[in-house]
């Protein structure tokens, strides 16, 4: 495929991600800052480590949540920290979905929180995907020019 109709390939993928609420302009903020030139893989490299930091957390959590007796400081901690993490990429569903979990963390509602994990674990697997696919269109692009 030519670089071009890659590009337009790209641009599309990362406009529906925008527009499914997917990412929010704090990810705008980290195209930005690639976009200088200065530094061109700092986006695969952001994304690639909170996808990496996401997912230890998700099983972290996975792990408290099936404990007979619940940390739900520990469960809040981790769940604070991917919030975090999702928010300085753009992560914009999995970062509301996280304010949910942390008021089910804060209620000790153990049940809740279990949904609200699902809930994470699906919104992380839907940006991630979206985020590898971004990742490939650009690996390919780069490959041709």
Not at 3 to 22: D, P, R, V, W
Not at 99 to 118: E, S
Not at 133 to 139: F, G, I, R, S
């Amino acid at each position: 495929m030519a670089a071009a109709a890659l590009k337009e390939q790209l641009n599309a993928h990362i406009n529906s991600m925008y527009a499914t609420g997917m990412v929010d302009e704090q990810f705008q903020q980290l195209q930005m800052l690639q976009d200088d030139g200065s530094s061109p893989g700092f986006v695969a490299e952001v994304v690639t480590l909170f996808c990496d930091d996401a997912e230890r957390i998700i099983t972290e959590l996975t792990k408290l949540l099936e404990q007979p007796v619940v940390d739900f400081d520990k469960v809040d901690a981790y769940v604070h920290q991917l919030k975090g993490s999702s928010a300085s990429v753009g992560a914009q569903k999995v970062k509301f979905t996280c304010m949910q979990f942390r008021q089910l963390c804060q209620d000790k509602n153990r049940d809740g929180c279990i949904m609200a994990l699902t809930v994470v674990r699906s919104e992380f697997y839907d940006i991630k995907n979206k985020f590898q696919t971004m990742l490939q269109l650009e690996q390919q692009i780069a490959a041709q020019q």
